[in-house]
């Protein structure tokens, strides 16, 4: 019954941190395609998907490839 409720809660977790990163990932596209800075991004990305979380903007300021450590 603990293994159970030990596997539904990690989960659960893993839901909860995918939904952060993709939501950290659209805010950043967001704030990029308004035309705001490549740091600012960033901090939008971290602000949102946690504070491992990287934002890279490539190219001429048109992809922000997203990734956390």
């Given at each position: 019954?603990?293994?159970?409720?030990?596997?539904?809660?990690a989960?659960a977790?893993?839901g909860?941190?995918q939904l952060?990163i993709?939501e950290g990932?659209?805010?950043?596209a967001?704030?990029?395609?308004?035309?705001?800075?490549?740091?600012?991004?960033?901090?939008t990305?971290?602000?949102?998907?946690?504070?491992t979380?990287?934002?890279?903007v490539?190219?001429?300021?048109?992809?922000?490839q997203?990734?956390?450590?």
């Amino acid at each position: 019954m603990v293994a159970l409720l030990a596997m539904l809660l990690a989960g659960a977790a893993a839901g909860v941190t995918q939904l952060r990163i993709e939501e950290g990932a659209r805010s950043g596209a967001r704030a990029l395609a308004r035309g705001e800075d490549p740091a600012t991004v960033e901090q939008t990305v971290r602000t949102l998907a946690g504070g491992t979380a990287a934002a890279t903007v490539g190219g001429r300021g048109r992809m922000v490839q997203h990734h956390r450590d």
